[in-house]
């Protein structure tokens, strides 16, 4: 399905005379700000959009497929982001997996991505499940394995899938392992560690000049006593001993219950050591939920440290750093959820370049600690929406992306094109 432009234009006529009245007061209580380039910076802004996510996510324990519609092919999966994409104006690349993507084709594919204004980000490799023609198991292990082989089957399939990705024109390879141990004993922590640098380097000598390898870390599961790249500091060392094409990528959900997020962004940028994002929210563990869901003020908090941080090195917002959401679930549409998710990763962007820079700099050198507080929950609390909305204005997208999802009944369409029982590959 295919929103048209004409579509978009008349869902947004009927809702410019609201949004304009809310625009207009927000310009007009913040007059002192540069509001013309915090929008072209809202403009400037794309999430990428994970191929995993296009379907109905599964749990532990079973997957209720309730959408009907869902993407069958590739190809159907960056229609889907295009869909996203025409309504959001801030979706304008896929991050795919392989090989629950496998690209056939790259020239034909980078051809349907750009008719719909997409571009490729980071690729996936997968090392986490064996995959049916594979000669060894990754049981216990694949990068940090004890056996010599099936380290080397990891490493050759990470290889393969920056060969995809260049293809594709791809810059980046995001390496999550699932590597670890579940009991006392099972692992000598340092060999892990040594063998997982090792086959780490091998990968990393196979990056094209202009590339990024993106170190994940994650606390826990599937492994629930050690997991090998557990936490940033794991991944630093990593990423540090590797060189500079190699980064932390940090992932909301992937840290000890109440961690400071926060401030481990702002020391990795500190660094020069963050590459990117995934974005998702949690009550819990890695509860895969949708971003800004649970702890809006924490995503908020993030972005403090992000463009505080980005600006003290002269970074681009849009492009010094990968920014890809990784969520998914049961319960929502998928799409819909994807556009909440966007929409309050913008949200929290724009309410950090709300922040008044000077004024939370001179409360922190003076030790005014409720100022501090006042600077920050001030931009929070404020309604920021209309700001992000004239940015997708801007952009040629919808007032209101959910809106005019639901209005062109953008599912019952996909549904009839696809049918009731498709399943999308991921999670
Ligand atoms: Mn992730």
Redesign the pocket.
Known sequence: MKIEHNQIEQHNDSLLTSHQRKLNNLKADWSHLDIESIIQKLVDFQIAIPSWALGTGGTRFGRFAITGGEPRTIEEKIEDVGLLHALNGASGSISLHIPWDIPQNATELKALASSYGLTFDAVNSNTFQDQADAAHSYKFGSLQNVNKAIRKQAIEHNIEVIKQGVALDSNAL?V?LADGSCFPGQLNFRKAFENTLESLEEIYSALPEDWKMFV?Y?AFEPNFYSTTVGDWGQSLLYASKLGKKAYT?V?L??HLPNANIEQIVSLLLMEGKLGGF?F?DSKYGDDDLTAGSIKPYQLFLIFNELVEGMDAKGMNHAKDLGW?I?ASHNVKDPLEDLLQSVEAIMLAYAQALFVDRKALIEAQETNDVAKAQEILQNTFRSDLRSIVAEARLRAGAALSPIGLYRNLSCRNNLVQQRGQKTVATGL
């Open positions: 995001t999550w994940e994650k990528l992932d959900g992937h995934h998702n890809m990784d």
